[in-house]
Nanobody
């Protein structure tokens, strides 16, 4: 089993920044992929960004150039730095761990509004 605990969500004005963190614990494999997904009201959950344990990253087109995903393998923690936030970034953000199985965090709300 893998447990994921997210933090860092909140309310921010358009153009502002937030940093999300996700700490993984439990049966962590050295080789895994961690990522961030989001789900806005009435929409399907979508990939925001992912990163492998080797540092390979993948981003949704809508966040390229604004969001940066990173990780600290020694801490089993992944981060999402979100800059130039827009109202359409408003969603619940979920951390995901993938190796042999997929695990999800509980989600953290990000609201971008003036």
């Amino acid at each position: 089993q893998v447990q994921l605990v997210e933090s860092g969500g909140g309310l921010v004005q358009p153009g502002g920044s937030l940093r999300l963190s996700c700490a993984a614990s439990g049966s962590i494999s050295s080789f895994n992929t961690m990522g961030w997904y989001r789900q806005a009201p009435g929409k399907q959950r979508e990939l925001v960004a992912s990163i492998t344990s080797g540092g390979y990253t993948n981003y949704a087109d809508s966040v390229k150039g604004r969001f940066t995903i990173s990780r600290e393998n020694a801490k089993n923690t992944v981060y999402l730095q979100m800059n130039s936030l827009k109202p359409e970034d408003t969603a619940v953000y979920y951390c995901r761990y993938r190796r042999d199985s997929i695990y999800w965090g509980q989600g953290t709300q990000v609201t971008v509004s003036s």
